[in-house]
């Protein structure tokens, strides 16, 4: 088992002819993702071969949807050009759509989650994001594929190097999924959503969640933890040496007075029996701990 994306997810890439879209389709491929095919509606009709795999380029996700299959998208298009894209995904009735890239005004984000959730077909991941990988099923968006091996702990994590990190870390325990949520002030799929979805499946033991500064996601996952969550969670916060009030890395990390600091969110987290680690090392021996005990 695994969350959102398994090895029978068909993935079309919109903007698959660009040099980003083109580089990471390859690599998703390599990793054994079934790429269907990509969208430009200017190059619509031709092909694209990628390791000796041709891939068909059509030009919408509707098409995409009712001739290749697709259920997942991956989005590689310029900022300006996201909000159309998802638009337009969200539209064909994709089921996953992955927002991989950064620097979406916020005001396109709001705009189109909100349409999104209006029609209520379509989960979001991301944007600003390296989307989400069932190791040794299926790879979509730009998570490294042959740093761990499949297993039983779930990951869901707002930073990008920080799911690598945890998950070369706990490389020889492997994961069933891991969920890099993006560290924008809005985003579609939530820590509160993984972990619900981690809860349901059978196939996951327990979850690390990776956390940042600023916002008060960390607090609210926390809560939903304390009042839904069985199995055990290993938590990990960044940002503890940051200086108050400074944007660190993600715009969503900035802190105001005490508020969305990681020391108030640790505490959160530990009154609902998470236990947090300092850093990404104590916090995968802290997994360790957890998955020896199983």
Known sequence: MAIFLTENSKVVVQGMTGSEGRKH???????GTRIVGGTNPRKAGQDVELDGVRLPVVGTVAEAVRELGADVSVVFVPPPATKTAV????????????VITEGVPVHDTAHFHAYAQARGT????????????SPGKSNAGIIPADITKGGRI???SKSGTLTYQMMHELRDIGFSTCV?????????????????AFEDDPETDAIVMIGEIGGDAEERAAAYIASNVTKPVIGYVAGFTAPEGKTMGHAGAIVSGSSGTAAAKKEALEAAGVRVGRTPSETAALMREVMAAH
């Open 180 to 196: 890099g949520i993006g560290g924008d002030p809005i985003i579609g799929t939530t820590h509160i959503d993984c972990l619900a």
């Open 122 to 133: 379509t989960r979001i991941i991301g944007p600003n994001c390296p989307g989400l990988i």
């Open 154 to 156: 779930g990951l869901v």
């Open 25 to 31: 389709t390859q690599r998703m491929l390599r990793s």
């Open 87 to 98: 638009f337009e995904a969200v539209d064909a009735g994709i089921p996953l759509l992955v």
